[in-house]
């Protein structure tokens, strides 16, 4: 099937920057839209960016002009560059990906298994 790998977060002062990065393996016809959602404790799961597969690019106000989302489609990776990073910005991320199995198939999405982003005052 279709797997996500995350890696990257970790703990950060504020003001600081931190890359996460989610790597898809398995089998599949080709990767559509991926992103990033994350979820705060004792809050409900966020969009925070997302790409299509030709590049376009779509942010939550809330991280808009300070992260950057880009993807390697030859790597099959899709990167968040986070940069003045503030407390309210700590959570679980998760990637996700869409993919189909065929050409004009339906979309399946996928989900990494999150990784902590945590921001120091």
């Keep these: 099937q279709v ?16 890359r996460v990065s989610c790597t898809v393996s398995g089998t599949f016809f080709s990767i559509l839209a991926m992103g990033w959602y994350r979820q ?18 779509n942010y939550a106000d809330s991280v808009k002009g300070r992260s950057t989302i880009s993807r390697d489609n030859a790597k ?11 407390p309210e910005d700590t959570a679980v991320y998760y990637c996700y990906c869409n993919v189909n199995f065929r050409l004009d198939g339906s979309i399946n999405r996928y989900w990494g298994q999150g990784t902590q982003v945590t921001v120091s005052s």
Aim: aromatic letters at 2%; proline letters at 4%.
């Design 40 to 57: 705060a404790p004792g809050k409900q799961r966020e969009l925070v960016a997302t790409i299509t597969s030709p590049g376009r690019t």
């Design 76 to 86: 099959n990776t899709v990167y968040l560059q986070m940069d003045s990073l503030k």
């Design 3 to 18: 797997q996500l790998v995350e890696s990257g977060g970790g703990l950060v002062q504020a003001g600081g920057s931190l």
